[in-house]
């Protein structure tokens, strides 16, 4: 069976299924008159929307307007939601671990607890060096090219 919706000429609309896309349109329930398919409205799924994530949600009382109940309030309801989508589906929390370190050698590259300490302090200082090595290198490359060497 598959299910149309119908519509007769009176203008009484109704749902019924029929035994194939090829088969006669039944008479209207109401009226009994003759009746012609009416297209039905496109459900599309898998429209659904995580909501924001941890790094777009407010980490400070000024991120919720110094503390207003009402902005408070919307953001405890994402948060919740949000807890509960990562329950169910581990995947979107991503990394929760705390961070131990986020500045100087560790920034852009946080350290975080369960990193092997002794490995990351290497890749950051390498990393730093790389940086200062590169900077310095375009700065005597600006220099030379400044005094027409």
Known sequence: ?????FRCQEGHRFEAGIESMLADNPACPGCGTATS???SAVRIGGAADA????AEMPHSWQGIDRGRPEAVAHWRSK???????????????????PILAHE???????LRAGDDI?????SATA?????????TSTSSTTTRRGTGA
Do not use: H
Request: hydrophobic content about 35%; glycine content about 8%.
């Open 127 to 135: 990393a730093a060096a790389r940086a200062s090595e590169s900077q």
């Open 79 to 97: 948060i919740e939601k949000r807890e509960k989508l990562e329950a169910k589906y581990p995947e979107l929390a991503g990394d929760r671990r």
């Open 51 to 54: 909501g924001p994530s941890r």
């Open 118 to 122: 002794s490995a990351s302090v290497a």
């Open 104 to 110: 100087g050698i560790f920034q852009g590259r946080p």
């Open 1 to 5: 069976m598959i299910l149309y919706d």
């Open 37 to 39: 398919r009416v297209p």
